[in-house]
């Protein structure tokens, strides 16, 4: 036990170092007795033995340090030690694991009373899921999978093959020390499908993979297991939305930078007086384009994957954005070319287009697929027709994964290679703000790319529809996926078998 020893606790038929033989867990076998030394003073003082003993007093989760006295008294308190505290106490001097000085002010205080020994009786509803699979599990076994994403009431694990054998039981123990989940999921092989969605099964709880998903503000429901959806993400939902909302790129590149760029800056500028203008190429349920509609911008999302359009539209109405969130389910490209008027709305969704002027000038577009991201670049090419007038040219917001660099400004640089390819035409490096938004591996970054549409690209002639640069549609392969790790929250997705499994 933890607080000093005994026998490790095991699942009820046994649990050796190799396989479990059975999932049941008896929590009896975590009851213990810790022996402590505790402090009783009058209850008006407590407060006061607190701050000044705090560095000393017993720091367990879910244990409280302050009790009431055990021999009834309601006047006073119990003020327990920690373990290393009370484990320097002598029959002499039960305050010996005190320093000098501290000693000295307990015994000054006419609070207090008197310095005892006490049982403290622990069990396993006192302890973390962290504590106690340390206990279940064998001694070889060193990381403890107790972090994992939530989403709504669902607990998705990504275990490595050692803790395959006690998954039944880990998730049982997740789901005991988690009031607010009610399903545990693992992931069962990496992403292979051009929604970006995984197999997994059902380890424990709820078969119901429809979870609902607060985030700054708004709210979110989806199928889990049919659609992308990653928590670790919100903050950068925020902070994209958030500098969109504030203008924040209004006069980048500064301006001198590029007499078109600056002359279709300034022939706009009335336009821009309005709320932006977004378009969210690969939206997915909405963790970009409902917030920023929230907040007044004018959004067009897009994603291929019929389930994340699905939800999209119910999160839209659910918070009352539909009138300024105007929905899609197309492949990535075709959308750009759509709004910009090179080919026609589906006939599912002109209605959709509704009174939007074609060809769209958007402010903003987002492209949040970081596995493939780079490569629809090439849909802006030709945003510009010979006869259009002076526009301000949008930002693009590109997320990107990088992998093998030995810097941040060298893994910028070859995102910015490659985004260039993708283009057709170069970038300056100063007219790229680059955004580490997370490390999903080791010397593997999440980058976001954030440019003005260089006026040579804009004005380039457009690929033909149906091609692209790099030889791939919205609907290709999605190669050497990461997991969980490496989609972006708002990826497109398709349904995905979900296996429910057994006893281990």
């Not at 060193?142 to 939530?150: L, Q, W």
């Not at 006690?166 to 998730?171: E, F, G, R, V």
């Not at 019929?306 to 492949?331: A, H, I, Q, T």
């Not at 026609?344 to 987002?366: Q, R």
Request: hydrophobic fraction near 40%; aromatic fraction near 6%; charge should be negative.
């Amino acid at each position: 036990y933890a607080a000093g020893g005994g026998p490790r606790a095991m699942a009820s038929s046994g649990v050796a170092d190799g396989v479990p033989v059975a999932a049941a867990l008896d929590k009896e076998q975590f009851d213990a007795d810790v022996e402590l030394v505790g402090v009783v003073v009058e209850a008006k003082g407590t407060t006061a033995f607190m701050k000044k003993l705090r560095e000393s007093l017993l720091h367990r989760p879910k244990v409280k340090a302050v009790w009431g006295d055990p021999s009834g008294d309601a006047s006073r308190r119990l003020v327990l030690l920690s373990e290393e505290v009370s484990a320097a106490a002598t029959d002499e001097d039960l305050l010996a694991g005190l320093s000098q000085e501290s000693v000295a002010w307990v015994r000054g205080q006419a609070t207090f009373v008197t310095a005892i020994r006490h049982t403290l009786k622990l069990g396993y509803d006192l302890l973390t899921a962290d504590q106690v699979l340390r206990q279940l599990l064998p001694p070889s076994i060193e990381a403890v999978p107790s972090g994992f994403e939530v989403a709504g009431h669902v607990a998705h694990l990504n275990l490595r093959d050692e803790l395959l054998p006690y998954k039944t039981l880990i998730a049982q123990v997740i789901l005991d020390k988690h009031s607010n989940l009610r399903t545990v999921v693992n992931k069962t092989a990496n992403i292979a499908t051009k929604y970006r969605t995984f197999p997994m099964e059902i380890l424990a709880g709820d078969p119901d993979m429809t979870v609902e998903q607060r985030e700054h503000g708004a709210i979110f429901r989806f199928d889990f297991s049919a659609v992308y959806w990653n928590s670790r993400l919100q903050d950068e939902h925020s902070r994209l939305s958030t500098l969109i909302m504030k203008d924040h790129w209004r006069d980048f590149p500064k301006p001198g930078a590029g007499r078109d760029r600056t002359c279709a800056r300034e022939a706009s500028e009335a336009a821009r007086q309005g709320p932006p203008v977004v378009a969210d190429l690969m939206a997915g349920v909405g963790p970009f384009a409902v917030p920023l509609a929230m907040q007044g911008a004018e959004v067009y999302a897009n994603d291929l994957n019929p389930e994340s359009y699905r939800w999209l539209c119910e999160n839209s109405k659910r918070n009352k954005v539909m009138k300024r969130l105007r929905r899609f389910n197309m492949d990535g490209r075709d959308f750009v070319a759509m709004l910009r008027g090179r080919c026609s709305a589906p006939e599912p969704f002109t209605e959709a287009v509704g009174t939007a002027s074609i060809p769209l000038n958007f402010d903003h577009a987002i492209m949040n697929l970081p596995q493939t991201a780079i490569e629809f670049l090439d849909a802006f090419r030709g945003y510009l027709s010979p006869t259009s007038d002076p526009v301000a040219l949008p930002m693009i917001h590109v997320y990107c994964f990088e992998k093998g660099h030995d810097t941040e400004e060298d893994a910028v640089r070859s995102a910015i290679k490659r985004a260039e390819e993708a283009l057709g035409g170069p970038l300056k490096r100063e007219e790229v703000q680059a955004h580490m938004v997370r490390d999903v591996a080791p010397k593997k970054p999440m980058i976001c790319l954030s440019f003005r549409l260089p006026y040579e690209i804009a004005s380039a002639p457009p690929l033909p529809l149906g091609t692209s640069s790099t030889s791939t549609t919205n609907s290709a392969k999605r190669e050497k996926p990461e997991g969980a790790e490496e989609a972006g929250a708002g990826d497109a997705q398709a349904p995905t078998k979900v296996a429910r499994t057994g006893s281990d």
